[in-house]
């Protein structure tokens, strides 16, 4: 969500063509990122939460493309530019530590639905 935040930010700073070219591009990757992961919890099924972790990271992997290019035209600062790659390196390491993760846990026997929070079943 951060990424998503601080992409825009900066996006809204460029000029018309910049944003309408480049920028859309940066800014649907980043915030893709985000959403693929909350889409494949929202499924409750930990195979659509698995493909979905690398919709997410296909969505990192374009959000440095797109941020490599805006660097390259120089639209972003060094500065931002390394705190950026510092930051979709740590996101990139915690998204295959998930996705490693996911493949490790059974389904419930009980549907998500019919589950509390204590892992009670209701009745």
């Given amino acids: 969500m951060e990424v998503g935040e601080d992409v825009w930010k900066i996006v809204m700073r460029w000029k018309n063509f910049e944003r309408e070219t480049l ?24 195979k659509d939460a698995k ?42 390491k915690m998204l295959n530590t998930y996705i490693r993760a996911i493949g490790n846990v059974s389904e419930p026997d009980e549907p998500y639905n019919n589950l509390f929070q204590d892992g009670t079943t209701k009745t």
């Avoid at 919890?41 to 930990?46: D, E, L, Q, S, T």
């Avoid at 959000?63 to 990139?92: P, Q, S, V």
């Fill in 23 to 46: 920028g859309k591009q940066l800014t649907r990757a980043a915030d893709s990122v985000s959403a693929n992961l909350s889409e494949g919890y929202g499924r409750y099924h930990f």
């Fill in 51 to 92: 493909n979905f972790g690398y919709y997410a990271r296909g969505s990192l992997y374009e959000t440095k493309t797109w941020l490599t290019k805006a660097f390259a035209r120089n639209l972003l600062a060094a500065e931002e530019f390394n705190r950026f790659e510092d930051k979709l390196e740590t996101i990139g």
